[in-house]
């Protein structure tokens, strides 16, 4: 197991906090308990109350009306409904925010595999099983798997994601102050599942400037992937000038008009797909001639290639 | 005296006397007579013996677990071994004990004779049924003596299909097998209700043990074919590479969470909806009261049935699925909290004015009560989106699901057990022992899994060999509590054998209770009843008001 | 036909009347179908859904199955249908030997749509569609048609098996029902056995729209 820097207090029965995120789900959570204290303390009460009170053989106004009653039925069924109801909506306003990023979010590279995480910075530092993060400021990590579902989960930000072996999902947080955090698989992969676990390092902004620089890295992401996109001859149809194939330019995050007549949005898991499998979803106005890479790109070259597509900006008219 | 006491006075026919006549039970030795035999009550006893040799290696299994899990650092046992026991325990806890437990036991014994019938619509087919069952628990046996599997019991692919060095196969092939046993069971108690009624006994004059085991019954039947064609499609991936579910082989990894939890949610209800009509029989007969809101406790129970084909997607909140469909599948388990929440109130308002007695299997019913509203509360925590992003696949859900598991169809089973066992056996257990081990496991379940709670929400992840030193206490803990759990549960197991041959004999109706299986003897004549019965009375027709002293 | 047999049904003993013991045993028979045809309902609705995620992929993939064998076996068991339906009723008349005909004709037909669908498999196997064997597979450039191909085997596969079935016990079904004193002890057994046959016409008649009309 991992040093005992992101260890809890043995004692501890509630784990820190690191981001108002987690704040917000231990209030609803507070809250939640409470109304339900309030449901169900009763039912306790009253049949441990009744059990005793009109236990056989004791003295008692047993009389009781008909053994039905239209109105109290309605009545405990919609009033304890209409009460969580509340913490439904509650938690899905969070939710909301859990899963949809900010815009302009910090993206980290992960791939989960058998058995262990690679973070990869913008900047092309890359970590095993550990990723040190700026406090207050919005990271969001995009990751893939490379064999089965794993799930990334940070306890203390109250949040986690499976990673999927043939799309991206997304996780996102904004940790408010620094510290060291445990960060675990959370979904069952197999022998090693249970050691597939890291820290997560929040810095203040400056101590991160200056990781990065230790950390030593030659490229950006994007800089490798232009690389990969060099080395593989991809600008002889994706070149703007060359009119075989889409440019690449703004491409990321566009709507993309297909074959068939639909629309779809080219977000990273469209653009991994396209590069594995050209093929499926034909581009509308052009002739499908790309080759597929499947079996020749790793994971990382693909993580990376993307990178760099969406780094490429709209070309300025 | 109530119009059903009315019910076998009929003059011509003698009373039973010392020279009982022949029963089920003693009328025939062999060994033929027991396994070939169609009667209902003996099939009965077939799956009791057999659910109960699954219990004790699912609990073994689970004993082994906890005794891991003293340690932080997973010396006991290697990673491999540790997948395994849990797979195994999941698996053979939920199809070979909790999903059969209370239908295939309780319900096979009991449902002719609560409606006045002579025996299921197809004895031949129920016999079949057990056969089947032992089929499939054959290939489980087989898996776990050549070496076990450790997919979980949920067996997610590509895990399961592609990279699992275990034996899957047939570990699949006992699931499947085992699953025509649940189709066959619930299509005879579906035609056993619609057709074989006694003269009299219309919908709403049954109790509410039928009414759930009718709904269990459904849910077997649209939901287990759902699993069955699942687990078809993992064995056809592993074993010829047609591939669904791995995307090396074309497939999707997330179909398969979609088919797995479309079939398994309805399967925990299966689990639930028969200890709820259990826990129903047994707060009406020990408060000598009928049931509140019979009607809504009735529609409840089909309200349970079908909302529960609709909330599967709350398993998969964070596995990518769209923010749409996760706020749909919330807010649809919300709503199927209810009609829990309507049984677990009228409960408490049959209790109120009563004439309590709290013999065992009361206080079964009312542990029951406690650890079922919590059980199921916390699932409401969990059917939260903001909550479940913190506490999916944490011991948090591990806890849940037992407190229902184990504090409600458990502790609904014992407590059946025990108010039905005069009328299986023709015997009474020892009751002051019977409140010990009622005690026992109630204080060891809970010191087992309230301490998983807090796990949970600290953030220690399920199917966990190796876990974070500051976890160990509350680990720790939890271990403690399943040896006081071990305990308690050699008491039943003990005495309930012990009585067999030296408990005190029983008479028909030892608790005074109402319901046709209390007219006829303990234990029962082969064809249940001497003559068949015409009811004319409702359910549950204890006097009204209740004389101080009974 | 003047040599009609009596007609009837031996009641079991936990039954109270012949009338309980038939609508039972429909009862129980529909209950059955019913969960057959929630097993091929995923199947159903996965390549429905893939429909709709990969219109493409799907109608390629599509343009491989062989629609006019589809579209005879589609006939041959509705014929089958057909002559279960007069095996049925001949049963209720009586007519033993009419109705050993008519029960023959139908595991004939079934056994001929297997031949058929025996055919249309090696079909595929020698055009390379079947991305499951150990040889190349056709549409391997676009790996969605892949799942498409996989469920058309997997259904088609379980529907043959259940024909398969089917046609088995028919002809011991058959063998049973020439003996004199058949249809006057269980009659009720053609009845109910036709159920059965109809429903492998029914799965069918779903199978071949969803998966070989649809994606043309």
Redesign the interface.
């Known amino acids: 197991m991992t040093p005992d820097d992101a260890g809890g207090h043995p004692l501890a029965l509630w784990p820190a906090a690191a981001s108002l995120n987690a704040h917000e789900v231990d209030h609803l959570i507070l809250g939640f308990t409470v109304v339900t204290l309030l449901l169900t303390v009763p039912i306790f009460v009253g049949i441990t109350y009744f059990a005793l009170r009109y236990r056989v053989g004791r003295a008692a106004d047993r009389r009781h009306g008909e053994g039905r009653d239209v109105r109290i039925e309605l009545l405990w069924m919609l009033i304890p409904f209409a009460l969580t109801l509340g913490f439904f909506l509650w938690g899905a306003m969070i939710f909301n925010t859990e899963v949809n990023p900010p815009a302009d979010a910090m993206q980290i590279e992960a791939i989960g595999r058998q058995w262990m995480w690679k973070f990869e910075h913008p900047g092309g530092q890359a970590e095993i099983n550990d990723l040190h993060v700026p406090a207050r400021q919005d990271i969001k990590i995009n990751m893939i798997s490379q064999d089965v579902i794993h799930s990334l989960y940070v306890p203390a930000l109250r949040v986690q994601m499976e990673t999927l072996p043939d799309r991206y999902t997304q996780l996102w947080f904004k940790a408010d102050r620094p510290g060291v955090y445990r960060l675990y698989c959370s979904e069952y992969c197999g022998t090693d599942h249970s050691k597939m676990d890291g820290e997560l390092t929040v810095m203040s902004p400056a101590d991160f400037a200056k990781w990065l620089v230790q950390a030593g890295s030659t490229q950006s992401l994007a800089a490798v992937g232009a690389r990969l996109y060099v080395a593989y001859g991809c600008g002889g149809c994706h070149d703007a000038k060359s009119g075989i194939a889409p440019s690449l330019a703004g491409l990321y995050g566009s709507a993309v008009r297909?074959?068939?007549g639909s629309t779809v949005v080219a977000d990273d898991t469209w653009l991994r797909g396209k590069i594995?499998?050209p093929?499926?979803?034909?581009v509308a106005g052009y002739r499908q001639v790309m080759p597929?890479f499947?079996g020749v790109l790793k994971e990382d070259d693909l993580t990376h290639i993307v990178a760099y597509i969406r780094s490429l900006q709209e070309p300025t008219q | 005296m109530s119009p059903s006491d009315a019910v076998m006075r009929d003059p011509g026919t003698p009373r039973p006397t010392l020279d009982r006549p022949a029963d089920y039970l003693h009328e025939e030795h062999t060994l033929r007579s027991w396994f070939f035999s169609t009667d209902h009550k003996r099939i009965g006893l077939l799956y009791l013996a057999s659910i109960t040799a699954f219990f004790v290696l699912g609990a073994i299994a689970a004993g082994l677990v906890r005794l891991a899990l003293i340690v932080p650092n997973g010396q006991i046992f290697t990673s491999d071994t540790y997948n395994r026991l849990f797979t195994m325990h999941g698996v053979i806890m939920v199809w070979f004990f909790l999903i059969p437990s209370i239908p295939s036991t309780f319900g096979n014994f009991l449902l002719p004779l609560m409606i006045g019938?002579?025996?299921v619509?197809?004895?031949r087919?129920n016999l079949l049924s057990w056969y089947i069952f032992m089929t499939g628990a054959l290939f489980t046996m087989i898996t776990l003596v050549i070496g076990g599997v450790d997919t979980g019991w949920t067996f997610y692919a590509p895990f399961s299909t592609t990279f699992s060095n275990s034996y899957v196969i047939p570990a699949l092939i006992g699931v499947i097998v085992v699953g025509f046993s649940s189709?066959l069971t619930?299509?005879?108690f579906?035609?056993t209700v619609?057709?074989?009624r006694c003269p009299g006994m219309t919908w709403f004059r049954m109790p509410i043990f039928v009414w759930t085991l009718y709904a269990t019954s459904l849910i077997f039947?649209?939901a287990?074919?759902?699993i069955?064609?699942?687990l078809?499609?993992l064995v056809?991936e592993r074993a010829?590479?047609?591939?669904?579910f791995d995307p090396r082989?074309?497939?999707?990894p997330v179909?398969f969470e979609h088919?797995f939890w479309?079939y398994s949610h309805p399967a925990v209800y299966i689990m639930v909806l028969p200890g709820m009509g259990v826990i129903t029989e047994l707060v009406a007969a020990f408060s000598a009261k009928k049931v509140f809101g019979y009607r809504f406790v009735a529609y409840a129970s089909i309200a349970l049935a079908s909302v529960t084909f609709l909330v599967w997607g709350h398993h998969m909140f964070v596995n990518g699925q769209s923010q749409l469909a996760s706020t749909v599948f919330s807010l649809l388990s919300f709503a199927v909290a209810v009609p829990s929440a309507v049984k677990v109130y009228n409960w408490t308002a049959t209790i109120h004015k009563g004439s309590i007695r709290l013999d065992t299997p009361m206080l079964y019913a009312m542990g029951y009560i406690g650890l079922f509203v919590l059980g199921g509360l916390t699932g409401l925590f969990l059917a939260t989106l903001a909550i479940d992003a913190h506490l999916h696949d944490t011991y948090f859900v591990v806890a849940h699901f037992h407190y229902i598991m184990v504090g409600g169809t458990m502790l609904a089973f014992l407590g059946g057990l025990h108010y039905w066992w005069p009328k299986f056996t023709g015997r009474m257990y020892p009751e002051s022992w019977g409140r010990v081990g009622a005690a026992l496991i109630f204080i060891g379940f809970n010191v087992t899994f309230f301490p998983q709670f807090i796990l949970g929400y600290l953030g220690m992840p399920r199917r966990y060999h190796v876990y974070p030193p500051e976890f160990q206490l509350l680990n720790i803990m939890s271990s403690a509590g399943a040896t006081i759990l071990a305990v308690g549960y050699f008491f039943p197991m003990t005495y309930l054998i012990w009585s067999l041959w030296y408990g005190r004999k029983a008479p028909a109706n030892p608790w005074n209770a109402k319901g046709l299986e209390w007219t006829t003897t303990s234990p029962p004549p082969a064809h249940n009843f001497t003559i068949?019965p015409i009811v004319d009375f409702e359910p549950y027709d204890y006097p009204n008001q209740a004389p101080e002293i009974v | 036909m003047s040599d009609a047999v009596p007609v009837g049904i031996e009641r079991l003993?936990?039954f109270?009347s012949a009338d309980?013991q038939r609508?039972?045993s429909a009862?129980?028979m529909w209950?059955?179908l019913?969960?057959?045809l929630?097993?091929?309902?995923?199947?159903f609705l996965?390549a429905l859904i893939l429909r709709i995620l990969?219109?493409?992929?799907v109608t390629l993939a599509a343009t491989h199955l062989k629609f006019w064998i589809g579209a005879a076996n589609t006939a041959i068991l509705i014929c089958s249908s057909f002559t279960m339906s007069g095996a049925i009723e001949l049963s209720r008349l009586g007519w033993q030997r009419g109705m050993v005909r008519c029960m023959l004709a139908t595991a004939a037909l079934g056994t001929l749509f297997l031949v058929l669908k025996g055919y249309e498999y090696y079909c595929d196997v020698v055009e390379h569609m079947v991305?499951?064997l150990d040889q190349p597979y056709a549409l391997a450039?676009?790996?969605?048609?892949?799942?498409f191909v996989?469920?058309y085997?997997?259904t088609t596969g379980?529907h043959a098996m259940h024909l398969f079935t089917g046609v088995s016990i028919l002809l011991v079904l058959t063998r049973m029902a020439s003996r004199p004193g058949f249809l006057a002890r269980h009659q009720n057994r053609i009845e109910i056995y036709g159920l059965y046959w109809h429903f492998i016409d029914v799965i069918w008649i779903i199978v071949f729209p969803v998966l070989y009309v649809l994606n043309r």
């Open positions: 297909l074959a068939g594995l499998n093929d499926s979803d034909p597929s499947h | 019938a002579k025996d619509a197809f004895p087919l189709i619930g299509l005879n579906v035609v619609h057709k074989m039947l649209l287990t074919p759902v069955t064609i699942a078809i499609l056809m010829f590479g047609i591939g669904i082989l074309g497939g999707d179909l088919l479309f068949t | 003993e936990h109270e309980q609508e039972a009862l129980g209950a059955w019913l969960t057959e929630l097993l091929f309902a995923g199947l996965i990969h219109p493409a992929a991305p499951f450039a676009d790996p969605a048609t892949r799942l996989d469920v085997f997997v379980l």
